[in-house]
T-cell receptor, first 115, second 111 residues
């Protein structure tokens, strides 16, 4: 299917476990992003990438790791999950750059609960 | 420090009436503003945008107004429909910097 796909859609894990959220897009967009959505905070940028093998930290990167070996994939790993990382995570992609003039397309989200 | 603020967490409007969602920002360097709409269990989708060189942009039932002197933008939905019930995020960017999102406003349109 064309588009941007996130998996898993729902995940429950325990404190201290490693979790990887997958993101796959079929448009060959250069730019990809990971956001988390929390009540009272809106959407906050965790990590972003301008191209394969180029990644950078966003607003709230602590406790997360990303990689981008292929243009279409941008996995997000929580190396040792904490309760504060309970959230809904959104992957997004865009073709033209970082600025708002380049509209982002979002995945459906991954709801993560850390017990 | 929240650079993009949506001070109303929720808004309830009757079908057929106007919905007005507000957004304030603090960074005078912002030059592009967007509204995204989000339904439950889905990702946000782009709704409408405006460049800082304009003060109004219209797309069907949706109009965004920008008041640069007040650092304020608003989204007007006329007429409101039940299908407009969603969370609306405003977002802004400065030059080539990344988007900064507000906290969202939940709109409920009732019959």
């Amino acid at each position: 299917d064309a588009g941007i796909t996130q998996s898993p859609r729902y995940k429950i894990t325990e404190t201290g476990r490693q979790v990887t959220l997958m993101c796959h897009q079929t448009w060959s967009h250069s730019y990809m992003f990971w956001y988390r959505q929390d009540l009272g905070h809106g959407l906050r940028l965790i990590y972003y990438s301008a191209a394969a093998d180029i990644t950078d930290k966003g607003e709230v990167p602590d406790g997360y790791v990303v990689s981008r070996s292929k243009t279409e994939n941008f996995p997000l790993t929580l190396e040792s999950a904490t309760r504060s990382q309970t959230s809904v995570y959104f992957c997004a992609s865009g073709s033209g750059g970082y600025s708002g003039a380049n509209v982002l397309t979002f995945g459906a989200g991954s709801r993560l609960t850390v017990l | 420090d929240q650079q993009v603020k949506q001070n109303s967490p929720s808004l309830s409007v009757q079908e057929g009436r106007i919905s007005i969602l507000n957004c304030d920002y603090t960074n005078s360097m912002f030059d592009y503003f967007l509204w995204y709409k989000k339904y439950p269990a889905e990702g946000p989708t782009f709704l409408i945008s405006i460049s800082s060189i304009k003060d109004k942009n219209e797309d069907g039932r949706f109009t965004v107004f920008l008041n640069k002197s007040a650092k304020h933008l608003s989204l007007h939905i006329v007429p409101s429909q039940p299908g407009d019930s969603a969370v609306y995020f405003c977002a802004a960017s400065a030059g080539t910097d990344k988007l900064i999102f507000g906290t969202g406003t939940r709109l409920q349109v009732f019959p």
